[in-house]
């Protein structure tokens, strides 16, 4: 059998559809109640829904053969695995956000100050533009940062811009365009390569149907 790790949500809805599209009965990982383990043995998959910035752990690991995770979370993780479809659901954007200048409160540090869940695409990002900048990592609610003078500005996932908009942000720079990844255990793709195939090319072909 081949472990799926799905971040739950959304992306986890999402893929379930996918799968179904394959043929592959999702009911039981759809309702799992507060079961963590649900196996599908008719399709020789068992998932395990865990929180997104896990995803890649469990794949790296090899505790998933097979994982669905945001690019956002990927890119921060930064994981030795294999990133083999772009789903292309999930779709946000990875942005600077603040005050717009004219806004700008009274809000400015020694240091320039970011807020955010990224800390490692925040560092990248600053240093590959030689500023020096200081990172704080919050877990949510990362618009509150200008808001109450945490920091400057906020490094953080832009979906409809609401959230920005009732805070009186706005997107001040983009980082990269974020959609869902299929990714896979590197060894698992070698040794178990036969089953992994089946799966990464029938979602394949179901992202084409969708498509046409
Ligand atoms: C995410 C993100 C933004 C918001 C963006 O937060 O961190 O706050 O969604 O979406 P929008 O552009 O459609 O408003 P999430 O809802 O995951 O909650 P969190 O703040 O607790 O992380």
Not at 18 to 40: A, F, K, S, W
Not at 152 to 161: A, K, P, Y
């Amino acid at each position: 059998m081949l472990t799926m790790a799905l971040a739950k949500g959304r992306l986890a809805e999402k893929t379930f559809d996918l799968l179904e599209g394959m043929g592959i009965d999702c009911t039981l990982p759809r309702n799992p109640g507060r079961q963590l383990v649900l196996d599908v043995p008719e399709s020789g998959l068992r998932f395990i829904l865990v929180k997104p910035s896990d995803v890649p752990t469990y794949v790296e690991h090899g505790v998933a053969d097979l994982g669905v995770v945001g690019a956002d979370t990927l890119l921060e993780a930064g994981r030795a695995l294999y990133e083999v479809l772009d789903l292309g659901f999930g779709a946000c954007r990875l942005c600077i956000a603040g005050f717009a200048e004219k806004k700008k409160t009274t809000v400015s540090h020694a240091t320039f100050r970011v807020a955010t869940k990224y800390p490692n695409i925040a560092r990248n990002y600053y240093g590959r533009q030689g500023k020096t900048i200081e990172i704080i990592e919050l877990h949510g609610s990362v618009e509150l940062g200008p808001v109450i003078g945490l920091s400057d500005v906020i490094l953080d996932i832009v979906e409809s811009g609401s959230t920005l908009r009732a805070n009186g942000l706005e997107v001040l720079e983009e980082v990269c365009p974020v959609t869902a990844r299929l990714v896979c255990n590197r060894v698992s793709l070698k040794t178990r390569r036969g089953e992994m195939l089946k799966i990464i090319e029938g979602m394949k072909a179901q992202l084409t149907e969708e498509s046409v």
